[in-house]
């Protein structure tokens, strides 16, 4: 069974850090696109950082541009999103997320439980 596992969410002040994690089992890596997405409610989910499969290319939300940095670890089936500079319209619940046959942010079909972000101000 394909499983994701987010974890690293907390509750921080405007403008400080918070490193996200997310274990992925279940699935060949190497050959998924893999994300991470946030909801708050009321709203749609929207894509925050997309790492493409086809070439490693990561797409961002214009809104976490210079600010947030996803990457994989293959070897660890490990995915993160490192976010900075951390805004209250950052709070959300944010998910992992993988696909076989997506590019970029669209049609993911496996999903994580989410975890929790809240920026105070």
């Known amino acids: 069974d394909v499983q994701l596992q987010a974890s690293g969410g907390g509750l921080v002040q405007a403008g400080g850090s918070l490193r996200l994690s997310c274990a992925i089992s279940g699935l060949p890596l190497d050959e998924y696109a893999v994300g991470w997405f946030r909801q708050v409610p009321g709203k749609e989910r929207e894509g925050v950082g997309c790492?493409?499969?086809?070439?490693?290319?990561?797409e961002y939300a214009d809104s976490v541009k210079a600010r947030f940095t996803a990457s994989a670890d293959k070897a660890r089936n490990m995915i993160y999103l490192e976010m900075s500079n951390l805004q209250p319209e950052d709070t959300a619940i944010y998910y992992c997320?993988?696909?076989?046959?997506?590019?970029?942010?669209?049609?993911?079909?496996?999903w994580g439980q989410g975890t929790q972000v809240t920026v105070s101000s």
């Open positions: 997320a993988a696909d076989w046959a997506s590019l970029g942010c669209a049609n993911y079909d496996y």
């Open positions: 790492i493409l499969k086809e070439n490693g290319a990561i």
